[in-house]
């Protein structure tokens, strides 16, 4: 009989739904069980691409004896750490303070109160390296809890008043400069790899954020080493097991310092931050194999991601049958030789198994191998190599395909938005312009209501019951920005400016400038989590730092452009110390300290070819964080196209920073000089 869970929009809580744990999803009802019953809280956290957290659902909340000892003794609470970043991230600090590290599953118990008392992740079934069992630890619990209760209540109370009383230093509110900037890159060169690209070991995560930074770093001051270290890594990474060979898009990091193997699932977020990435590195280097891997993610996000609402979904899972009944790690993507000669015949297979670096010995498990792109001597046949993607691509859509999380996520989407659009933009295509029109139409009727407050997440057109928080108000005005630039449609700055209005009254604090990950009237937790730094995606914090300085360029609205320095004083104090995790921060400091840039085209028409023409080299300028309007000099839609008349009839651009404006150009290679120097 399904349990608590059924009713959830989550496909992660949806999973759990016929266990036999009576779950309940994050609720004050509960908590007031708790209190009502006298029992202590499992308070379970994973989501639904989460390797570990299928084995642990498998060995334990399947198993009816865990169950009905769960029931007996405890409120056991599952959260889907996609749908509540909040929570999450205010118990994973407790989790990583507590124990030096942190993870998913993530397993925590709590007072009635919501107060923690005693941490995990992953607890096998039976005691393993040390580890306890998951059985051991519920005892134990159960135990300290019967017998020691005011002892416990001791220790939740401690940790929970440590927790409310850390505090980040915010380094001012001074945004950074030249030295910090140049401290934040002598920092990224020592920790580079420059045999493989990357920064630091295994497992090495695909740094997008700093990529973008970089391509920033070098367009505003020319050092060729951070051109260098984007270009070396997004080559890389194209050319490893990371990338999908034949399908397009990214896993989530790979084990290894070479990028040959894979954790295989592909998350939204990855794949819209990378695809923009390499879309900017072919504008910054005109790069074949840039363009190549900008169009393949972006068609494996519109071909594998896009709901039929028109949104993106979340991620696929890295798990998927492997024609046995057995759900494994990576079953959808591996090949052996053997499989290679059932597709392709043997001297296809050859030639594949060479072109692929597929091996007797494998690079994964059970002699398979990942694809990977490994440098060859010699030229191979373009026509035939085409033939023998194809054909495989086909035969690997025959497998049973791994599991896809259908839930909408505002922020990622927002993401998706600005990829899609400038991709779409860069490369002549209009229907991922149109793509991203789609899940920005979704966002606005969905998840915006009457005051343009932001609901999280949707799921089969149903709009989920959680709060907008500070990344979703921040990523999906980046991506209504990246909107209005590439159309000319100024309702996107519009929506732009209601989420970061937003932004202002409810997620800054007035005296320091500093952001929270929540709105000041949302849920109440054991404290108001406040992250800077930017992780797999970009931190609330620096992304609204970005849009707010893009809004500022847009418009001209003072507080927005105060507000966005002052959130930079952030970026100050880390970007020097930890660059890697404050990518996005640098990205926009880059642009802060650029102006940044104001375009506006105006044309008789949008229609018009020399419109066209300004436009686009509008959009190709590297100008880091360069906003783009273009409309007709009638237009009230853009401040920026406000007493921009033609020139002598023609249509014309105009380049602005820092409340100075270059003399109006009608010639397209005069406007490519004045935004990329």
């Not at 270009?231 to 084990?255: K, N, P, W």
């Not at 933009?425 to 149109?434: G, T, W």
């Not at 002598?648 to 004045?674: E, H």
């Amino acid at each position: 009989m399904p349990n608590r869970l059924a009713h959830e929009t989550s496909p992660y809580l949806l999973q759990h739904a016929d266990n036999p744990v009576d779950w309940w999803p994050w609720s004050a009802e509960a908590f007031e069980e708790a209190r009502k019953s006298g029992k202590p809280v499992l308070l379970s956290v994973g989501y639904s691409s989460c390797h570990w957290c299928h084995v642990m659902a498998h060995e334990s909340f399947e198993d009816q004896e865990t169950a009905d000892y769960l029931n007996a003794h405890f409120v056991s609470v599952k959260v889907d750490r996609e749908e509540r970043p909040d929570v999450d991230a205010v118990y994973m600090e407790a989790v990583q303070a507590a124990t030096g590290q942190g993870g998913w599953p993530m397993t925590v118990f709590l007072t009635p109160d919501a107060e923690p008392f005693y941490f995990g992740t992953y607890f096998p079934p039976a005691p393993r390296s040390g580890m306890p069992s998951f059985r051991q630890v519920l005892e134990g619990v159960a135990s300290a809890w019967a017998d020691r209760r005011d002892e416990v209540a001791d220790v939740a109370g401690k940790i929970t008043r440590d927790l409310a009383e850390r505090e980040i230093s915010y380094g001012g509110t001074e945004a950074p400069g030249e030295q910090e900037l140049a401290q934040a890159l002598l920092g990224l060169t020592r920790e580079y790899d420059p045999q493989r690209g990357g920064f630091g070991g295994a497992p090495k995560f695909p740094p997008s954020m700093v990529i973008e930074f970089l391509l920033r770093h070098h367009a505003r001051t020319g050092a060729e080493g951070a051109l260098q270290m984007a270009r070396d890594t997004c080559e890389r990474m194209a050319r490893g097991g990371i990338y999908d060979q034949l399908g397009g898009g990214f896993a989530r990091y790979s084990v290894d310092r070479d990028w040959v193997v894979p954790h295989f699932e592909k998350m939204l977020y990855d794949n819209a931050l990378l695809c923009r990435v390499y879309a900017h590195l072919w504008r910054a280097t005109g790069s074949e194999l840039a363009r190549r891997v900008a169009l393949e993610t972006a068609d494996f996000m519109v071909r594998e991601l896009r709901t039929s609402e028109g949104g993106f979904a979340s991620a696929l899972d890295a798990d998927s049958d492997d024609g046995t009944g057995r759900h494994v790690e990576g079953a959808y993507y591996v090949w052996t030789p053997q499989q290679l000669r059932e597709v392709l015949g043997d001297d296809d297979a050859e030639l594949a198994a060479h072109y692929f670096g597929v091996t007797e010995e494998g690079t994964f498990e059970h002699g398979s191998s990942v694809l990977q792109l490994p440098q060859h001597e010699g030229v191979f046949d373009a026509g035939k190599i085409a033939s023998v993607k194809e054909r495989l691509l086909a035969a690997r859509a025959g497998r049973p395909a791994p599991g896809r999380d259908d839930k909408i996520v505002a922020a990622w989407n927002g993401l998706a938005i600005a990829a899609l659009a400038e991709t779409g933009a860069y490369f002549d295509r209009p229907d991922l312009v149109d793509a991203a029109l789609g899940a920005a139409d979704l966002l606005v009727r969905l998840h915006l209501d009457d005051a343009a407050r932001l609901a999280r997440t949707s799921k089969d057109g149903r709009v989920g019951a959680n709060a907008g928080v500070l990344e979703d108000y921040a990523d999906v005005a980046e991506g209504f920005l990246a909107l209005a630039s590439v159309t000319g449609e100024g309702v996107w700055l519009d929506f732009a400016g209601f989420l970061l209005d937003h932004v202002l009254a409810r997620f800054v604090d007035e005296e320091s400038g500093a952001l929270y990950d929540t709105a000041a009237d949302a849920e109440r937790l054991i404290r108001r989590p406040q992250d800077p730094t930017d992780n797999a995606a970009p931190s609330g914090w620096t992304a609204a730092a970005g849009a707010l300085l893009g809004y500022a360029a847009q418009t001209g609205a003072e507080p927005h452009r105060t507000a966005a320095e002052k959130a930079l004083g952030v970026v100050k104090a880390l970007g020097p110390r930890v660059p890697r995790f404050i990518g996005w921060g640098l990205a926009v400091a880059e642009a802060n300290l650029d102006g940044p840039r104001e375009v506006a085209v105006v044309g008789p028409s949008l229609a018009d070819e020399d419109t066209k023409a300004l436009h686009r080299t509008a959009l190709l300028g590297t100008a880091p964080g360069a906003v783009v309007a273009v409309g007709t000099p009638e237009s009230d839609e853009f401040p920026l196209l406000v007493d921009r008349p033609l020139q002598q009839g023609q249509p014309a651009a105009y380049v602005c920073r820092n409340f100075t404006c270059d003399t109006p150009t009608t010639d397209p290679d005069r406007l490519r000089t004045a935004l990329s120097s």
